[in-house]
């Protein structure tokens, strides 16, 4: 029998096992882990990052991560929201308003040895994004375009087919505005380089692990000075209760994109976190069809308007982190009014027009996305509808078959924000314009305020813009093609080791100006 | 007392498990009973529910346990208990649905794999033996990624992911009773080899299958939780348990009845379904009643 | 044994195949495609099926079979759609962190498994046997993402004692552990309650024999009876326990890893699901059978090794 060898070896295998794993852990752990470096400013993301080429970026991760690394020639200042200079020191406008002339900061370098910045750069990213084989999504940001040139390598003329009071919205440090080289888009190639950015801001981009992290490192060859953190880590945490406890714990400095109610009280409850929150540029509204019957009958959709109770929704959903929404702007906007019709909760007045329209039997699907920030909403609109007399499903797709779904232009309702810049063109055009019908945010298949919006561009001082977009506003709030079902508001946390931070309205974040105490 | 040799007979297998040796042992009879209670609730969900388990109620949103609401409510202000009620149907539709389906098609398999001989059979064992490498929550997960998250798709994928174990299981009897069936059908009268299966293999070899079935039963339930807590499971606002630990992992800090309460309920269904495979397993094995006996050796 | 080798051998070559087979077909069949995850909400159409040819997804079904069993013989699985990187790459570099997690996890759940299986089996009926049984019993029917959610909401959140992340951001070895403890711990102690049961199964069908009554009635040594003869015996049995805890394991490990907001093999093939990187999932897949495979058959070899009765199979 050989059962003396047998217990040995069992045990000897446990213990072998035991050996193997500590010493597994012992070679790979700092291998997979860079050592943390002195001043590595931690960032939370809420999900990964998917690409970082501005002809195609979306999303605020992506947009948080590019703000880091690229420039455009101008950009909003943080805190004000105004129009301040970045790659462009200055610029000048003609007379009759078609003409933009702006001239470069001197001795700008790009990352990695890309040489210096010219205004042929700054062509060829404009270019880019206008160019059809492209598909960038912001080529209609840029529509207003006729011609570009570059009389010298510090000089940037763009010429307009029409003068348009909005135009330096779309030259700004978000999306399109951000330039790009040349020389490192053609070298590696569009695909190469949306995962390994070559720009000219504060951070280099250095890896990228896809779930996990981003890293990027201080360019201490920046034009406006090296940052005040050797670098910033960008991690990559779904839940917001880890993400909170990683911030208490000191695993995490920011917490970026901070949403849920309840992780708000408790870090608001925090002494040594601070929480900063403003309204963001973006409202959450509820798109309908209009080619789908019944919603392209007018009291219907005024039906739906009265019969949700949006007040309730911030309230009891959103514990008050939410603010209300009369039309697609936020006060964040200089072109904001509140002079437009308003519709209070009003569940009866809601049944007397389903009445009235004689549908008192339809049923509709409100269409959500799995994992998204707004998959929580369909929950108290369907229920709504539901007390109103519309017999609703609710269909939460995951995201892949959402966008499917959205841009065969056929889904009935779709819930829609356009995140971003404080340029009233965004949501308007986004989501009310005809050149946005699908693919496109224009799931309503809205067409009402086309020559409006125009007018909007051809304004030609502030006190115009602002009564050609509260135009805009009125129509849109009177066809009721969306029924914006509230106004976002912007939450950051941070540990008080940070100094320095500034929270802007965009939805994204800058280290730039971020100290480590 | 059984003799070792009259355990074989499958005959006195079947005379043995007298519905006393169940009732009499006691982790089976817990079992039961907390299936039977499952299933009346759910039965009954329309009238033991004290709200709906849909309706939203943005004026109460997350409120603690209370008189009203027994487990509170969640942040769309629906009775957290009222969802655990009617959430009992669809974990008990689940697991029923995925074990029957898993028998079928496992046994199918599995008694072909063993009852035929040659190329076919060879075929049949390798599919099982693919089919077993993966890892079967992954492979549900893949499959209802391919069929889209719906109650049918979730119930075909875990069944299919279980089916092959289903199939091991029933294999591995069949081939320890065929020799016996073979000597036996040698002095029939020419019957066919797939009526000999039917008649006599299958129901011979039932009692381990329905073992493994109660397992996979067990499987059924928590899977489906897993699947909705990635969310790919069953969509909301269907009140499955799976969803409610979902709806509530945002709350964990403040609000832990939430995700606690369906925790527990999903625990309970599954600690049935183990219990009565468990008595079953010790009723049914000849050599474990003998075990039995033996300690007063 | 060398030809005991050569059918396990053979047997492994068919179980491959059919995983690469049935992994792609699987696949495929996930509906919606890459091309639009990956130009989101604007894609035109024309730049939608501009996408589509770049990614050889206009060819039919059995051609890109052929393509993707020729290429998997030369080693190369694709590339992933999102990252332009070899799927190969992405998977081997997300099998680490996952191996550790899968390493730590079965380590802690043998060794809190077997010894626990063995004291109930060897105490059937006393008190010890009923309490162990009974935290088991719950150990295996509570989901073991609820008891992430627990050990974090108890660990991390009220006592402190450890992060509430499954993983570390520099910081060397001993962070790296202390992120690895809860989430091994949570996977060590949901396998570990299968273990035990199944330990204890297998030792009590042993302890049952003939052979074990007449040792005792010989007058052996319990201790002697229950190491010597009953454990290994017991030990064949115990090790497919192991086996098939594994592949168990590792579908308990992707719930962790995304409990814990943790890297792995299993976030990056719920990521490639998402965005319908059918590269990815395939690589991902097909990495974890072929691992479940290959520690399989490394068992059946061991077995054999150990019983020559096994054999001849």
């Known amino acids: 029998m050989t059962t003396k060898a047998s217990c040995h070896s069992l045990s000897r295998r446990q213990f072998t096992l035991g050996v193997a794993g500590a010493a597994a852990l012992n070679l790979v752990a700092p291998l997979a882990r860079a050592q943390g470096q002195p001043k590595l400013l931690r960032v939370r993301l809420g999900s990964d990052i998917a690409n970082l080429d501005p002809a195609h970026i979306f999303q605020v991760e992506n947009q948080t991560v590019a703000t880091h690394i690229y420039s455009g020639l101008a950009r909003y200042d943080e805190a004000t929201n105004k129009i301040v200079p970045d790659l462009a020191s200055s610029w000048d406008v003609s007379q009759n308003g078609t003409v933009y002339t702006f001239h470069l900061r001197k001795n700008v370098q790009w990352h990695k040895n890309f040489g210096a910045l010219s205004a042929d750069d700054v062509r060829f990213s404009f270019e880019r994004v206008l160019d059809p084989k492209t598909g960038s999504n912001y080529v209609g940001q840029l529509a207003a375009i006729a011609k570009i040139d570059t009389p010298d390598a510090n000089t940037v003329v763009i010429t307009l087919k029409a003068p348009n009071s909005g135009f330096m919205h779309k030259v700004t440090n978000l999306n399109q505005g951000w330039i790009v080289s040349r020389k490192a888009v053609t070298e590696m190639g569009d695909r190469k380089h949306a995962l390994n950015p070559v720009g000219t801001g504060p951070f280099v981009f250095e890896s990228w692990t896809p779930g996990q992290e981003v890293r990027v490192s201080a360019n201490r060859s920046y034009f406006g000075g090296p940052p005040k953190v050797d670098g910033v880590l960008f991690r990559v945490i779904r839940d917001e209760n880890a993400a909170a406890t990683a911030l208490t714990n000191g695993e995490i400095d920011i917490f970026f994109a901070l949403q849920e109610p309840g992780v708000i009280a408790r870090l608001k409850d925090d002494p040594n976190v601070k929480v900063h929150d403003r309204p963001a540029d973006h409202t959450i509204n509820f798109v309908l069809n209009m080619t789908h019957q019944p919603l392209d009958d007018l009291r219907v959709r005024q039906a739906i308007m009265y019969g949700i109770n949006r007040d309730a929704i911030i309230a009891g959903l959103f514990k008050g982190t939410k603010g209300p929404a009369y039309s697609v702007l936020t006060p964040a906007f200089l072109e904001y009014t509140e002079d437009v019709p308003k519709y209070a909760y009003d569940p009866a007045k809601a049944r007397a027009l389903l009445a009235a329209a004689g549908q008192t039997d339809f049923s509709m699907d409100v269409i959500g996305v799995g994992f998204s920030p707004y998959d929580k909403i369909v929950v108290p609109i369907a229920s709504d509808l539901s007390a109103i007399g519309i017999k609703t499903r609710i269909q939460v797709l995951e995201r892949g078959a959402y966008l499917q779904a959205r841009s065969g232009g056929k889904i009935p309702t779709a819930i829609t924000g356009v995140v971003g810049a404080p340029d009233p063109d965004n949501p308007i055009i986004s989501m009310l314009a005809k050149s946005s019908f699908p693919p496109g945010l224009n799931t309503s298949h809205y067409a009402g305020v086309d020559d409006l919006i125009a007018n909007a561009a051809a304004a030609q001082d502030e006190a115009a813009r602002k009564v050609a977009y509260q135009k805009i506003l009125q129509k849109s709030m009177t066809d009721l093609p969306l029924i914006p079902l509230y106004a976002d508001r912007l939450f950051i946390a941070h540990s008080n080791r940070v100094q320095g931070f500034v929270q802007n309205s965009l939805f994204t974040m800058n280290s730039y100006p971020v100290s480590l105490a | 007392m059984s003799s070792p040799a009259a355990s074989l007979n499958p005959a006195h297998r079947n005379g043995n498990a007298s519905w006393r040796r169940y009732a009499r042992h006691p982790g089976f009879m817990t079992g039961l009973v907390i299936l039977a209670a499952m299933v009346i609730i759910a039965l009954g969900a329309r009238w033991i529910a004290p709200y709906s388990p849909v309706a939203a109620d943005m004026t109460n949103t997350l409120a603690a346990p209370s008189a009203a609401h027994w487990f509170g409510t969640d942040q769309y202000g629906r009775d957290v208990l009222s969802r655990l009620v009617w959430g009992t149907g669809i974990s008990l539709q689940v697991a029923f649905s995925v074990m029957v389906i898993s028998i079928v098609l496992g046994v199918a398999l599995g008694s072909a794999a063993a009852f035929f001989d040659g190329w076919l059979a060879r075929v049949l064992v390798a599919i099982i033996d693919i089919l077993l490498a993966f890892p079967g929550f992954l492979l549900a997960l893949a499959l209802v990624a391919a069929r889209g998250s719906s109650l049918s798709s979730v119930i075909w994928a875990i069944a299919i992911a279980f089916a092959p174990r289903v199939a091991a299981v029933m294999r591995a009897v069949v081939l320890t009773i065929r020799p016996r069936m073979f000597i036996e059908a040698s002095t029939s009268i020419g019957m066919a080899r797939w009526k000999i299966l039917l008649v006599h293999v299958v129901p011979n070899s039932l009692p381990p299958v329905i073992v493994v079935a109660t397992v996979g039963a067990a499987n059924a339930v928590l899977g489906e939780a897993g699947l909705s807590y990635l969310g790919l499971g069953v969509q909301p606002p269907a009140p499955t348990w799976g969803n409610v630990i979902a709806d509530g992992q945002g709350f964990l800090a403040s609000h832990p009845m939430i995700s606690l309460s369906a925790g527990a309920c999903i625990a309970l269904l599954v600690i049935a379904f183990n219990l009565l495979g468990d008595g079953l397993r010790d009723t049914l094995d000849p050599q474990m009643r003998r075990r039995a006996d033996a300690r007063t050796l | ?313």
């Open chain 3, 1 to 313: 044994m060398g030809r005991y080798l050569a059918r396990q051998t053979l047997h492994l070559v068919v179980t491959l195949a059919g995983i690469l087979t049935v992994t792609f077909f699987l696949v495929r069949m996930i509906p919606g495609d890459p091309a639009q995850y990956m130009l989101g909400d604007y894609a035109t159409n024309d730049a939608l099926a501009a996408l589509r040819e770049q990614l050889g997804l206009n060819h039919s079904l059995l051609v890109q079979y052929g393509l993707f069993i020729g290429h998997v013989l030369h080693g190369d699985l694709g590339t992933s759609v999102v990252t332009g990187r070899p799927a190969l790459l992405e998977i081997v570099q997300s099998l680490p962190d996952s191996a550790i997690l899968a390493v730590a996890g079965m380590t802690i759940a043998v060794l809190v498994g077997v010894p626990l299986g063995i004291v109930t089996a060897v105490r059937h009926g006393s008190f010890i046997d009923i309490a162990v049984m009974l935290v088991a019993l719950a150990g295996i029917s509570f989901p073991v993402f609820w008891l992430g959610l627990a050990g974090i909401l108890v660990f991390a959140q009220h006592l402190k004692w450890l992060p509430a992340l499954g993983s570390s951001s520099g910081g060397g070895f001993i962070e790296a552990l202390r992120h690895l403890v809860l989430p091994a711990a949570v996977l060590g102690v949901s396998v570990a309650a299968y273990i035990a049961r199944l330990t204890r199964s297998a030792m009590l069908e042993v302890i049952g024999h003939d052979y074990i009554r007449v040792a005792r009635a010989m007058g052996v040594r319990e201790s002697t009876i229950v190491w010597r003869l009953a454990f290994r015996n017991a030990l064949v049995p115990v090790l497919s326990i192991i086996g098939v805890t594994f592949s168990y394991s590792l579908g308990s490990a992707i719930l962790i890893e995304v409990v814990f907001s943790r890297p792995g093999i299993g976030t990056t093939i719920l990521k490639a699901v998402s965005s319908r990187d059918y590269p990815l999932v395939q690589a991902g897949v097909l990495a974890l059978a072929v691992i479940v495979v290959l520690v399989n058959t490394a068992l059946d070899l061991l077995y054999a090794a150990v019983d020559p009765r096994l054999r001849t199979r």
